[in-house]
Every structure is written in structure tokens, then in C-alpha cells.
């Protein structure tokens, strides 16, 4: 049986990655996350993307958010505001827990993906989830009105209002590729990038030292997060239009052109494919929005379908 890889940030990532869990067995898909927006807060390790993932894939997940718990509350973040602490980057009560736990096991000397891996256990999950390093790797946005701003900064604190100018993401020249996530792709036969947003939750990844190496080896497809001229969240169309470039699925393959074989792109960027093909990939138009677990499930079953073409 065919093996996977997928590579994947937070709420586009977690989507396509628990539909393609939900397909295939433990030993025939492992998830590669991005931890380039990990921080601490209070003292407390926080990986944003790795706890978006694992959530969704638990069936935990906040469904209207897509990040945090379902039925969370939120008793230590409100006691904290009544005496008078205003956090910007809020977490609900499980969440928090879950934060605490990596913290304590983390500080008991095991590294992220060991720490992942026990956190995934407890929470059910079979399927392996491993960070992109386990080295801290610090995304910072160069923004034109407030200068150089953390990522969190950027992202929650001030809801991506901001002008991107440039992404810097420091850490990642000296950043080793997880061990787990090196034997991860070398026994894979296909990667796929999930709809995620390319500077903010892919590029980290790709950026690794060796990353591109080693997926040059193996049968890369990518999935759009921009269908038609929009993101579904976030703020990926807006960093295309202040990069200059007009927000399209194209504009996405174009990104990742060096090291694609196939892209997924939605049915309303269908007019793009024959520039996609002038680019030597193969490009395959679908319904890709994924608004509930069977949506999920059904672009999983023509992401796999269409990968193992190759
Ligand atoms: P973040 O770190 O939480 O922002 O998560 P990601 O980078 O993984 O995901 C953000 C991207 O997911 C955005 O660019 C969205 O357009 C994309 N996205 C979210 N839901 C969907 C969906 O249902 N279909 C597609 N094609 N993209 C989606």
C-alpha cells in the first residue's frame, strides 16, 4: 500500500490531514507540522499548529474556531484578567492543560517530536503527528506600520491588520529536520502539501536544511488554500496582494513550482490549469472546500486518488 506524508500547518493543514487520516491506516500516513509559530507564554510551551492538528484529528477540536477545544472554558484566562493581567493570546481551560503538560514533559529533558508523540497517545490518536525540528524555530513579520513583530504579535494580537512587508524566520538556517520527520518522507512514496498558508505555515517546513533534498526524491502534490481570488481564513490572499501579486491557485503552484508533480486546485480557478501544465505539473480542479468531516473526507479520497496516478 501506498505511503504519505503530509505536510501541514494549522486550520487548512488540520482539515485536509484528518480526512486523509480518516482514509489511511497509521503505517500509510504520517503528518509533518509546522512549529514555526511555537512561543511561550507564562512560562508555558505553546505550539499552535502541532495542538491544531492533533485536535482535529482527535475529533477534539473547536468546530467553529478550528483551533482550540470544543467546550472549553476559559476560568484560568478570565481570573487572570480580574486581576489584572490583559493577555492578548488566550487559551481555554483543556487547551491550557495540554500546554502545561508539553511544558513539564519538555522540561523533564524530552525533545518536541517525543513529547508530541506521548501527548498524541493520550489523546487517541494513532496516526503519528511530528513537528517539522525539534529546534525552536521563530517566525517574525516584517510589517510596514509597527517595524518587526512576532508572529503571535501579528497573527492574534493584532488580527493580521498589519502590512507584510517580508517573513523572517529565524532559528531556521541551524534548525535540524526531526529525525521522525526524515524517516517519515524517506519511507513515504507521496507528500502532500495541505492547504495551508505558504509563508506562514509551509515555507518553515520547506525551508528546513535538506528539506527540498529530500522531497526531490518523492511524488510532491500540492493543494490550493486560495480558491478563487480568496483564503477561506486568514490572511493568505492578503499577503499574496501585498507581495504584489495577485491572489489565484496558480499563484500558489507557482510558489512551490520547483518541487511539484501535481496540484489541486479549486473548480472556480479551473480557467488557471493550462498555465499550471505550461509550468510541467499536473493540475487536477475539485470542489476543495472542506465545510464539515465529509467534505473532508471526499477531497482526502481525490487528493490520494489523484497522487497515486503518478
Ligand atoms: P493556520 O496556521 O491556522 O493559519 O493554518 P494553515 O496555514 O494550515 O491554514 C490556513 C489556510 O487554510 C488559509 O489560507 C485557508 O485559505 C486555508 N483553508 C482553510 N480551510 C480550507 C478549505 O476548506 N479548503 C481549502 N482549499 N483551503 C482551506
Same mark, same amino acid.
Given at each position: 500500500?501506498?505511503?504519505?506524508?503530509?505536510?501541514?500547518?494549522?486550520?487548512?493543514?488540520?482539515?485536509?490531514?484528518?480526512?486523509?487520516?480518516?482514509?489511511?491506516?497509521?503505517?500509510?500516513?504520517?503528518?509533518?507540522?509546522?512549529?514555526?509559530?511555537?512561543?511561550?507564554?507564562?512560562?508555558?510551551?505553546?505550539?499552535?499548529?502541532?495542538?491544531?492538528?492533533?485536535?482535529?484529528?482527535?475529533?477534539?477540536?473547536?468546530?467553529?474556531?478550528?483551533?482550540?477545544?470544543?467546550?472549553?472554558?476559559?476560568?484560568?484566562?478570565?481570573?487572570?484578567?480580574?486581576?489584572?493581567?490583559?493577555?492578548?493570546?488566550?487559551?481555554?481551560?483543556?487547551?491550557?492543560?495540554?500546554?502545561?503538560?508539553?511544558?513539564? *514533559?519538555?522540561?523533564?529533558?524530552?525533545?518536541?517530536?517525543?513529547?508530541?508523540?506521548?501527548?498524541?497517545?493520550?489523546?487517541?490518536?494513532?496516526?503519528?503527528?511530528?513537528?517539522?525540528?525539534?529546534?525552536?524555530?521563530?517566525?517574525?513579520?516584517?510589517?510596514?506600520?509597527?517595524?518587526?513583530?512576532?508572529?503571535?504579535?501579528?497573527?492574534?494580537?493584532?488580527?493580521?491588520?498589519?502590512?507584510?512587508?517580508?517573513?523572517?524566520?529565524?532559528?531556521?538556517?541551524?534548525?535540524?529536520?526531526?529525525?521522525?520527520?526524515?524517516?517519515?518522507?524517506?519511507?513515504?512514496?507521496?507528500?502532500?502539501?495541505?492547504?495551508?498558508?505558504?509563508?506562514?505555515?509551509?515555507?518553515?517546513?520547506?525551508?528546513?536544511?535538506?528539506?527540498?533534498?529530500?522531497?526531490?526524491?518523492?511524488?510532491? !502534490?500540492?493543494?490550493?488554500?486560495?480558491?478563487?481570488?480568496?483564503?477561506?481564513?486568514?490572511?493568505?490572499?492578503?499577503?499574496?496582494?501585498?507581495?504584489?501579486?495577485?491572489?489565484?491557485?496558480?499563484?500558489?503552484?507557482?510558489?512551490?513550482?520547483?518541487?511539484?508533480?501535481?496540484?489541486? *486546485?479549486?473548480?472556480?480557478?479551473?480557467?488557471?490549469?493550462?498555465? !499550471?501544465?505550461?509550468?510541467?505539473?499536473?493540475?487536477?480542479?475539485?470542489?476543495? *472546500?472542506?465545510?464539515?468531516?465529509?467534505?473532508?473526507?471526499?477531497?482526502?479520497?481525490?487528493?490520494?486518488?489523484?497522487?497515486?496516478?503518478?
Amino acid at each position: 500500500m501506498a505511503k504519505f506524508v503530509a505536510l501541514a500547518g494549522g486550520i487548512g493543514g488540520a482539515k485536509l490531514a484528518t480526512g486523509l487520516s480518516k482514509l489511511l491506516k497509521p503505517d500509510e500516513l504520517k503528518i509533518i507540522v509546522n512549529t514555526s509559530d511555537d512561543f511561550t507564554q507564562y512560562g508555558v510551551n505553546i505550539s499552535p499548529d502541532l495542538d491544531s492538528v492533533c485536535y482535529s484529528i482527535a475529533g477534539v477540536s473547536d468546530p467553529i474556531n478550528g483551533w482550540g477545544r470544543e467546550n472549553d472554558t476559559h476560568n484560568c484566562f478570565s481570573e487572570l484578567k480580574s486581576i489584572g493581567e490583559t493577555p492578548w493570546f488566550v487559551q481555554g481551560d483543556k487547551d491550557l492543560a495540554y500546554s502545561l503538560e508539553r511544558t513539564r *514533559l519538555t522540561d523533564a529533558g524530552l525533545n518536541l517530536s517525543q513529547v508530541t508523540k506521548i501527548l498524541c497517545s493520550r489523546i487517541g490518536i494513532a496516526h503519528e503527528i511530528i513537528p517539522m525540528s525539534d529546534e525552536r524555530v521563530s517566525t517574525k513579520i516584517v510589517t510596514k506600520e509597527l517595524g518587526v513583530i512576532p508572529f503571535q504579535e501579528y497573527f492574534v494580537r493584532y488580527k493580521c491588520q498589519p502590512t507584510l512587508s517580508e517573513v523572517i524566520y529565524n532559528g531556521l538556517d541551524s534548525a535540524g529536520i526531526a529525525d521522525a520527520a526524515i524517516n517519515a518522507i524517506n519511507g513515504a512514496d507521496f507528500i502532500i502539501i495541505c492547504p495551508s498558508n505558504p509563508w506562514l505555515s509551509i515555507f518553515p517546513i520547506l525551508g528546513l536544511h535538506g528539506m527540498k533534498e529530500l522531497l526531490a526524491q518523492k511524488t510532491v !502534490i500540492a493543494v490550493s488554500p486560495i480558491i478563487g481570488s480568496i483564503a477561506v481564513k486568514g490572511p493568505a490572499a492578503k499577503i499574496f496582494i501585498e507581495k504584489g501579486i495577485k491572489p489565484c491557485a496558480s499563484a500558489v503552484a507557482f510558489l512551490y513550482k520547483d518541487i511539484l508533480k501535481g496540484f489541486v *486546485l479549486d473548480l472556480q480557478n479551473i480557467t488557471e490549469t493550462e498555465l !499550471i501544465r505550461s509550468w510541467g505539473i499536473i493540475p487536477f480542479a475539485t470542489d476543495t *472546500l472542506m465545510q464539515n468531516i465529509d467534505g473532508k473526507k471526499r477531497l482526502a479520497a481525490e487528493v490520494i486518488d489523484f497522487a497515486t496516478q503518478f
